[in-house]
């Protein structure tokens, strides 16, 4: 039978999609069979590189009435190869370094498959068993990373009950906000007369505890997650205080104590000091064991978000970059991104075990009181089994594996600053920390003269800069061979006028030195078909004497 | 090659777990056709029924430490099976009744696959291009299921850049939690002097409207979730107010009124009422048109947490029980319950496809103004592409197939409540609404007096009763033939004592009345081991003069 049939509505028919596979020679049985053969091969050939526009898309998707009739599966797989697959992105392609989905290793799909036929909800034990503990054990490796604790420490809670090293959930987003949430908590516990904020509210513990309002301090480049993580726990995304960085990127610490004073002195109280451990737009890390310090002295929750940048603790040679993270009440990893896990797979680990008793919840038919069930202490409720995914990671790549992939994904960044520091005609606005860095086009002839322009020449050049920067990253996307993103910061030696750079995430080990020469070639090629944005500059670098009229 | 070669660190070696695929012969090529030609089997074969205590299960996934060295897939997958697969749950068995994760249909699998190995994410356009319009078309379907707008309608929204038909999430507890969050800042918005709750923070907002605190209305069979969300969005847990249901487990609407009278009189406001669209432990769906009628009157957010039921509505016969729906301000949705999706596709649905501005965020690398980024208006940041899995179900399945497995869902309940009806030794204690009902076992010969009792009676015969149906709930679990969950209501027949009931869930299709039989007669079966706990009863009752000594 080469067709599942499920074309007339009966009872039959029905249970046949529950029980019938799809025979092997089905559109979906060679999809399957392709996937699994060479799934580069697969993806390079049904995603179409160039851009079909969005709203050309949007015709197929817009129909807003649930089909009365059953269809074919295989008719079904083809729209979705020829008007879904066709126009999705080639994420794990090597020139796709724009943003943090890099390719998967192969052993993860048929695992992947494996988690989904396995079905389990990781809420409680009734619905996962295994994979209760198996979570919990996932949690305890990535604590063991981050914290170092010693043996009987993990023997003692990694499987208890009223404890947990932390959660797993889809993303560092929630992650962050979990981390915040217990933080909210434990700053407005119970006491006398008070049955604390989880209970009464946020607005009774503020009033409680005579606080103003609850602050939490991040550099410039803290991640948008914390302003919504602002927002939903009722704290305020502008209590989020923004500390200016230094020429690094970094948090400036005199600023941030500067900043708490403020608060303090205001009648507010500083929450949680947030430390950036991988900066999404530069890949910077901030000087953790200084914040570490002032959270300490300032009495707050001292959280590292390291959704990106976690994973460099693998590494014995980088790990050093992030050190005093363990110092850190909790710590945000996302496995999704430099542990080359499939999306959804984020969490977040806390130094004390106990933490997360100031969010737990039980209910009557699940997550009872003294069962180990997960759900007692995750934001989500019902979670696929992801974390089967990250224990199969880490134990056939190994710590030495990643090791290799963290180190090469470094080292190749720094390469391509070099690269790009010696073209004429491109410059790095942000050199890597980790694999992540910044960069730019500028016309070679006037390189020069952009880099010497005074604060005031700057605000006048870069509007034209930043059109230009627009133009080429929006015309090499829509090209479809490769991919950057791009980012607007305020570097120093741009005199801090907001500009518009590329950005670059080389974490995919598949990219070459070629792929990534190749890519400033197209770059540089697109910007000469930039007529009219060129001349546009040249003309204010005319007007503002920079340069000569040459004709 | 059969069998991938990671063993030693190298980067050849390193590099060939991103290109070279499972050999079909290797241990995972082998899983995964088993998987494809035969899950049932798979699963079957695979998973130990008699339960591992779980402190044993534990024993292999206790060592803290990352390993070292590379391993190979096909040992790993070997532990894999032994350890997590052989220990995990049969979700997917006819015989597991207990909880709402059923069966899924063949396609879907590969179809995840897909998925995985295109490994889009959904929180930007430039990671996940036709996925975006795909997502807003699942949401712009689910939205008609409910509100039924014409035409014009999801033509205008549903793929417009400031506007969301609602957002998809991983499960219902962030659908939820989103759904208040929405409702907290729209019901403290910016006005003179104040730049709304979402910006100030939750205690700037009471302060500015004058509001001593905001409840949530909802029965007291409400889902936790509830009480979760009230306690992420700083609103308290306490002030989730717990409406008694009447005998129906429907809630009181009188006592409704009265409560919110109460609020208002005490200078809180009424955020939100909740109705319950079918109670996860009972299926007893709320009156949503009176609960409207009471939103409407007293000026709240009316959300309907359909997490579980809303799939009903895509039967023409049974979709009237959510009578009322459609006016909801906010709907959650489960597709990984009743719309037999994997697990991780939650979602909610706004009337109004302009509420979302009321959390929406935006970053200068992804989701910028006027982007039509999904990220903008989900608290996930960073998620799957799970839509893709809905669409398609809703496409292979047509709306006539989801009728007839909904409709036999709720069939089969009814036939089932018939069934333990004409037992000797079993009640039903809540009738099903869904397919969602709880019953007890008796012994037979006691149960009329049981029956009978009075509330003093009642109140000492409940701790065996309850010590019973424990005892059997557990030990059938353990056995591993077949699984019901528990849980602890208050019946108005037993005087509203806490009593432990059976729960079952009817919803997958492969579930035979054959099974279902057997179920009772397995519990019957170890109901009659239970002599002890049988004996403390008869005392008890012989000590009431309810039954006279036999010897």
Redesign the interface.
């Known amino acids: 039978m080469s067709e ?1 049939v ?1 074309a007339e ?3 039959e028919a ?2 046949k ?6 025979a ?1 020679d089905s559109t ?2 060679k ?2 069979k392709h ?6 091969g ?2 390079g050939e049904h995603i179409v590189a160039r ?1 079909k526009p ?2 050309e ?2 015709q ?14 295989s008719d ?2 083809e ?2 190869l020829n ?7 080639h ?2 392609s090597p020139r796709f370094i ?2 943090m ?1 890099s ?12 988690m ?6 990781l809420v409680k ?10 979570e ?2 996932v949690l ?2 990535l ?3 981050v914290y170092g ?1 010693d ?1 009987s420490f ?2 003692r809670w ?2 208890s009950a009223q404890h947990s090293l932390g959660a797993m ?6 992650a962050n ?1 979990t981390a915040l ?1 217990v933080a ?2 434990l700053a407005l516990p119970a006491s006398k007369g008070f ?1 604390g ?8 513990g ?2 409680h505890y005579g606080y103003q ?2 602050t939490i301090m991040v550099s410039e480049r803290g991640h ?2 914390l ?2 993580a ?10 989020i205080i923004a500390i200016p960085t230094d020429s690094h990127n970094r948090i400036r610490t005199d600023k941030l104590l500067e900043a708490c004073t403020e608060v303090a002195e205001t009648g507010g109280k500083v929450l949680a000091i947030v430390g950036v451990g991988g900066a ?2 530069t890949g910077h890390i901030d000087p953790l064991n200084e914040l570490a310090d002032i959270a300490e002295q300032v009495g707050a929750h001292f959280h590292v978000d390291a959704a990106w940048g976690g994973a460099t603790l ?1 590494s014995k040679k980088y790990r050093s970059l992030l050190a005093g993270v363990e110092r850190a009440d909790s710590v945000t990893i ?1 496995a ?1 991104k430099q542990m080359y896990v ?3 797979a ?1 969490m977040v680990l806390f130094k004390d075990p106990s933490m997360v008793r100031a ?1 737990e ?7 009872r009181q003294g069962s ?1 069930d997960l759900g007692a202490h995750t ?7 992801m974390a ?1 995914l990250v224990y ?1 990671a ?8 990643y ?3 963290i180190d ?1 994904s470094i080292e190749k960044a720094q390469q391509f600053a070099e690269m790009i520091a010696a073209q004429d005609d491109f410059e790095v606005v942000t050199e890597p920390e980790l694999c992540i860095l910044t960069y730019r086009f500028v016309p070679a002839r006037l390189k020069a003269a952009i880099q010497a322009a005074s604060p005031e020449q700057t605000k006048r050049l870069v509007p034209h800069l930043n059109a230009l920067t627009r133009f080429i990253q929006k015309r090499q ?1 829509e090209t479809g061979n490769s ?1 950057v ?5 305020k570097p120093d030696q741009y005199h801090r006028e907001p500009t518009v750079v590329f ?1 670059v995430v080389l974490a995919n ?2 990219t070459t030195p070629e792929m990534l020469a190749e890519i400033l070639q197209e770059q540089r090629d697109i910007a000469n078909q930039a007529m009219s944005l060129r001349a546009a500059l040249f003309t204010e670098m005319r007007e503002l004497g920079l340069v000569h009229a040459v004709g």
Chains 1, 2 share one sequence.
Request: glycine share 8%; net charge positive; proline share 5%.
């Open positions: 599942q499920f509505v009966s009872q029905l249970l999609i529950f029980t019938l596979p799809e092997p979906l049985g999809i399957e996937l699994s053969e060479n799934l580069m697969f993806l851009e969005l709203h898309i949007e197929n998707f817009c129909s807003s009435a649930i089909p009365e009739q059953p269809r074919y599966v079904h797989t729209f979705l008007n879904l697959v066709a126009h999705s992105v994420t794990s724009g943003h989905t390719a998967l290793p192969y052993f993860l799909l048929p695992l992947a498959k494996l989904v036929g396995l079905n389990q909800n034990i009734e619905t996962s068993k295994a994979f209760t503990p198996l919990r054990n305890g490796m604590h063991h990373l604790q043996e993990y023997k990694m499987h959930c889809s993303g560092g987003t929630v906000i949430w909210r908590n049955s904020a989880a209970n009464e509210g946020l607005a009774a503020l009033a309002r609850l948008y997650s302003s919504k602002a927002d939903v726990l009722g704290i305020g995304r502008r209590n999404t737009e693998l996302d999704h499939p999306m959804g984020g969010i919840h039980h209910a009557e038919y699940v997550i180990k934001m989500e409720g019902s979670r696929p089994g089967m199969s880490l134990h056939v790549m190994g710590r030495s594996g090791e290799l992939l090469q996307r991919f993103s791009r980012t607007k910061i950005r080990p598949l």
